[in-house]
Each structure stands twice: as C-alpha cells, then as structure tokens.
C-alpha cells in the first residue's frame, strides 16, 4: 500500500491511483485531468473545502489545518505558505474552547 505524497490518503486499490498507475506517488484527488500533479494552491484549496465540507469549520480555521496537515507530507515539505490568517488568531481561536460548550 503506498501513501499519497500530496494528501496522505492511503491508495489500496488501482482505482485510487492516478491514472490507475501504480507508479505515480498521488492519488486521483490530488491529479489533474491531464494526470499531473496539483500545485500546492490547487491542494491546500482543495484541502479547504474538504474540511469545511466534512467538518465544519470556519474557512479560515479550515485553511490553517490544510497547511498544517500539508507541510508534513513530502510533496509540501519546504513549500512557502501564504497564510490567510495570522497564525496568534488561530491559536486563539483553537485554544476558546467556549465554541464547543454550543
């Protein structure tokens, strides 16, 4: 089983790699229709609207843990990040639990 390098999701069937090539190193969310790559914006967009779409939150929240998941897979390490939010307001936000007591 390999890992996809961009998002982290774990690829076990043929289906789930690019192309169904087991060669490539990401899965098919993180392609484009030609089959290359996304960029780092395409992804940490993508990312976004996964989380905001599954969890929940705040875009801005939902940014921030993109990047933070992002900047730990190997297709991102190194990459800038152009953060939306400064980072003192998102631990803030993180650290108000008061949004859980609802």
Same mark, same amino acid.
């Given at each position: ?18 192309? =169904? ?17 996304? +960029? ?5 967009? +993508?990312?976004? =609207? ?9 875009? =801005? ?14 297709? !991102? ?9 400064? =980072? ?10 008061? !949004?859980?007591?609802?």
């Amino acid at each position: 089983m390999k890992i996809c390098i961009a998002c982290g999701m774990p690829m076990k069937d043929i289906s789930e790699f690019v192309m =169904n090539d087991t060669s490539k190193d990401y899965c098919v969310y993180c392609a484009r229709p030609d089959g290359s790559m996304q +960029s780092f914006e395409e992804k940490r967009e +993508s990312l976004k =609207n996964f989380i905001i779409r599954t969890q929940g939150l705040d875009k =801005n929240v939902a940014l921030k843990m993109a990047e933070n998941m992002m900047e730990k897979l190997p297709a !991102w390490k190194g990459k800038t990040r152009i953060d939306g939010l400064c =980072n003192a307001s998102v631990k803030k936000f993180l650290d108000d639990t008061t !949004w859980l007591q609802r």
